[in-house]
């Protein structure tokens, strides 16, 4: 009778003697490799913190995958940190990366590094000067001594966008509002938060990476942000960008993005009780028709 064999790994956080991993660690793991150069390494990104309960920062991890994946318990982790303590804006952090999660199977361009993505928002806490996407460069070397390398960011410009969604009280997570009841969810969307996923995709012409982000795109009105980011390794640009806010009253956050090998996506929207909202495949560039939606209204 087959059997299924798990393997846990406990290890700690490069800023371990201060500080501890906290929720909201995203991971970027695949069937196979994610860390393009050595096709060897998993990535996770965290916020830690300091026992004071202050932000230590964003921490970038690469996982000695080639080992876990065989059980193999001398697997490694090499990670660099990012925060006040190294001089980095709060905006620049704001709260937390996503780190690439390959979609499709066709690998990513020899050498390539891992990139992550934090978005930054003028209407958000940390006093960013403007609205953007940061876009990150992961380097892992397996030697004997193995090192990470963590570069950039290259920032990029894009449309405005309001991620302060009104909370009740102000600063709470009581967001958005559900059918039936007082209780409120929360949106996610606050002090600069792009939601799991970044999806890559090599498309052979070209590479892809696509991901979103919860806004306020109308007053008390939770919206689903999106982006599609080309020639990540070379000349960066956002390649197409949309907010899917018909005038509905309808409530839409926390999207995730994977990427079809067609070169369109569909994007689900959590709703209170339902699946999905999905982009259509035959939608132009940069616009945000959907599909009918089959989500249940949960009106504010
Ligand atoms: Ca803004
Ligand atoms: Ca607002």
């Not at 991993?21 to 990535?43: D, E, F, P, Q, Y």
Request: hydrophobic content about 35%; overall charge positive; some cysteine.
């Amino acid at each position: 009778m087959p059997s299924t064999v798990w393997a846990t790994w406990a290890g700690s956080s490069r800023a371990c003697l201060m500080s501890s991993i906290r929720a909201h660690s995203n991971t970027g793991v695949i069937r196979k490799a994610l860390m393009i150069s050595t096709r060897r390494s998993s990535i996770a990104t965290t916020r830690e913190f300091a026992p004071d309960d202050s932000f230590a920062g964003v921490g970038v991890y690469g996982l000695e995958r080639a080992k876990m994946l065989r059980g193999n318990p001398t697997a490694r982790a090499v990670s660099v940190l990012v925060g006040p303590g190294t001089g980095a804006p709060d905006y620049l952090t704001g709260d937390g990366w996503l780190p690439a999660d390959l979609d499709g199977n066709r690998r990513p361009p020899a050498g390539s590094p891992n990139y992550l993505v934090g978005t930054q928002d003028d209407e958000g806490p940390y006093g960013a000067p403007s609205d953007a996407i940061n876009l990150f460069k992961f380097f892992v070397s397996w030697g004997p001594s193995p090192s990470a390398t963590l570069t950039g960011p290259t920032q990029l410009p894009v449309a405005e966008s309001d991620s302060d969604y009104p909370c009740v009280p102000p600063g709470s997570r009581n967001c958005i509002p559900q059918p039936g009841t007082s209780q409120r969810i929360d949106i996610l969307s606050y002090r600069q938060r792009p939601t799991w996923r970044l999806a890559y995709r090599n498309l052979g012409t070209h590479e892809s990476l696509v991901t979103s982000q919860s806004v306020e795109a109308r007053p008390g009105i939770a919206s689903m942000r999106w982006y599609e980011l080309r020639r990540p390794g070379d000349q960066p640009l956002v390649y197409q960008q949309g907010t899917y806010a018909p005038a509905d009253g309808v409530n839409r956050w926390m999207a995730a993005s994977p990427r079809t090998r067609r070169a369109t996506w569909p994007s689900a929207t959590a709703c209170p009780t339902a699946p999905t909202c999905s982009r259509a495949s035959a939608t132009p560039a940069g616009c945000a028709t959907m599909w009918p939606t089959r989500c249940p209204r949960a009106r504010a």
